[in-house]
């Protein structure tokens, strides 16, 4: 098995998130982060009946070999302890494929799930290169800002071998 990760690099279809740190920032560019530091992120500090979503264009790759599994990756928090939710999304095309909202809490945490493609079916490189990925806020009390500083997605898949010569001695 071969693992590649692929962070957002563009602005994906829609950006319903309200706010950015640091202000006027593309919200793609504040959760690409490789290193784990959290000096900027998205947040929501408007109150909807529902999450507002962002989505975000992935880096391409042109590797090859049967996909095994993609798993998306956030790292979240909110302001204080109450009913504050992040939920990730796929986006392929027009089909979305949406995963399981965690509860937050003013502790700082990962999350990861793996999502099956939009759609239904098998992945093939071009769904990868073709996917947008996003995360979901809702801001469930007025005193609980939701925030995200991380999105990046792990993509498991077998190695494929074009023709392979072995000399031996």
Same mark, same amino acid.
Request: charged letters at 15%; one cysteine or more.
């Given at each position: ?13 829609y950006t319903n998130i309200n ?26 500090? %408007? /109150? ?8 975000? &264009?992935?880096?391409? *790759? ?5 996909? +095994? $599994?993609?798993? %998306? /990756? ?8 109450? &009913?504050?939710?992040? *939920? ?5 095309? +027009? $089909? ?49 800002n939701p925030y995200c500083s ?20």
């Amino acid at each position: 098995m071969a693992l590649t990760v692929l962070r957002p690099n563009g602005v994906g279809d829609y950006t319903n998130i309200n706010n950015e740190y640091p202000a006027g920032a593309a919200h793609w560019s504040v959760v690409d982060e490789a290193t784990p530091d959290d000096a900027d992120y998205v947040y929501q500090s %408007v /109150y909807n009946a529902s999450p507002l979503y962002d989505v975000y &264009t992935l880096e391409d *790759t042109s590797l090859l070999g049967a996909i +095994t $599994s993609v798993t %998306v /990756y956030f790292k979240v928090w909110s302001s204080a302890d109450e &009913t504050a939710t992040a *939920t990730p999304r796929f986006r392929l095309g +027009t $089909s979305e494929t949406t995963g399981t909202a965690q509860t937050l809490t003013t502790t700082k945490v990962t999350y990861s799930e793996i999502l099956t493609r939009p759609g239904g079916g098998s992945w093939a490189w071009t769904d990868i290169n073709s996917l947008q990925a996003g995360i979901g806020l809702y801001m469930g009390a007025l005193v609980t800002n939701p925030y995200c500083s991380h999105l990046y997605l792990y993509v498991q898949f077998t190695e494929e071998f074009g023709d392979q010569i072995i000399i031996m001695g």
